[in-house]
């Protein structure tokens, strides 16, 4: 029998495209305290990380009891958003077709993602894409990205070790807790940090289309 294999996801900019739910959950959160809303790229930047940590990084001169405060009203806006019909985070395209491919070929899968368990949950529902995984980590679960701990307790519950196992995210944060815990790390284009950023914090590879990915995994994790 071939060793089992794992491919673990990132949500927000690898499988959804969450930036307008997440950007205007920031703009509301700034506005309910009296601040000015930053640049939709500066938030683009620290998607991924947990949300204190976020804010900390968006507004470093302030302090921590402030930057608490504004996360609770992110996660009121954001809340109240996803009971607008208007309001979506769809799937990227190919994103469900990569899923079944790497099902249908016998690898294991799983999220890792600084989304709260209420956030994830409500998009895998959404979405329908809860039975592909076999683990989930997300802001309640360990230190954020790019900590490794997540990674390793993903890993550790599906019984793979790090030379088995290839963290796809958009985000250098996902590609630095791949390094950290041992695994390979592969970067999309179609998210939050631009590719060559990606190479530089050391994707293996950096692909720029869901088609592309189950061919590459196959590749580098060969079942």
Known sequence: ???????????????????????????????????????????????????????????PDMKPRDHKAIAQ??????????????????????????????EGAGYLMAVATG??????????????????????????????KPDPQILKDIMADCGVGPADTAV???????IMMAGNAGAFGIGVEWGYHQPEELRAAGACEVVAQFEALPPFVRELLPL
């Not at 959804?16 to 700034?30: N, Y």
């Open 1 to 59: 029998m071939s060793s089992l294999k794992l491919v673990v996801f990132d949500c927000d900019g690898t499988l959804v495209d969450s930036q307008f739910v997440i950007a205007e959950s920031m703009r509301r959160a700034f506005a309910a305290h009296g601040l000015e809303p930053l640049p939709r790229e500066a938030v683009r930047r620290v998607v991924g990380l947990p949300l204190e940590q976020s804010i900390s990084w968006l507004l």
């Open 73 to 102: 009203s992110f996660r009121d806006t954001f809340f109240d958003l996803h009971h607008d019909p208007s309001c979506e985070e769809p799937l990227f395209d190919g994103a469900r077709a990569c899923l079944e491919a790497l």
């Open 115 to 144: 989304k709260s368990r209420r956030g994830l949950r409500r998009i895998l529902e959404n979405h329908d894409l809860g039975h592909f995984f076999q683990a989930l980590k997300t802001a309640e679960d360990g230190p954020g």
């Open 168 to 174: 796809v995210g958009d985000t250098t944060f996902d």
